[in-house]
């Protein structure tokens, strides 16, 4: 599997169902790849980066150590974020593998590309080159389910939320 975690690290992630209970749950998922797994991690908040480059699945304490850097803050950039993580995606892409792009946010999206119809346009594209989109929602209040839902439907992949650790 190639996966690249896409993962909002705005201020309004700042609590422990959100960000904390984000990074709980990705170490347990990490804890189960190996070394023909691939993993990346793209942040976004004002701007989007690449916190982790494509690594070795296998490679646990590398992942986990760039998983305890992320800290919340600034405004949601989701858009910027989404074609970066597509980017990595594309850099370790697994001929008849699983290409999948895992977004995690409280599905607030802000700031720079907020028109949900751009959106699901480059996710339908991506999905016909074969890298599949899934999204995972993360606590309470300024949470965007229509949106998680409906790009991950495009994007040929599956919607949950995550409210525990369970």
Known sequence: ANLVFLLDVSGSMNSADK???LKSSLK???????ADDS???VVYAGASGVVLKPTPGDRNAEIIAALDRLQAG???NGGAGIRLAYAMAEQAFIDGGINRVILATDGD???GT???EMLKDLVAEKREAGIA???LGFGTGNYNDHLMEQIA?????NYAYIDTLN
Do not use: E, K, P
Not at 28 to 34: A, G, K, P
Not at 153 to 157: L, M, Y
């Open 109 to 111: 999206f802000n700031v």
């Open 74 to 76: 600034g405004s949601t």
């Open 39 to 41: 993993v990346a991690i």
């Open 133 to 135: 989109l899934t999204t």
């Open 153 to 157: 439907d495009v994007g040929n992949g």
């Open 114 to 116: 907020t028109n949900i």
């Open 28 to 34: 347990l998922l990490v804890r189960q790849l190996d």
């Open 19 to 21: 960000l904390g209970l």
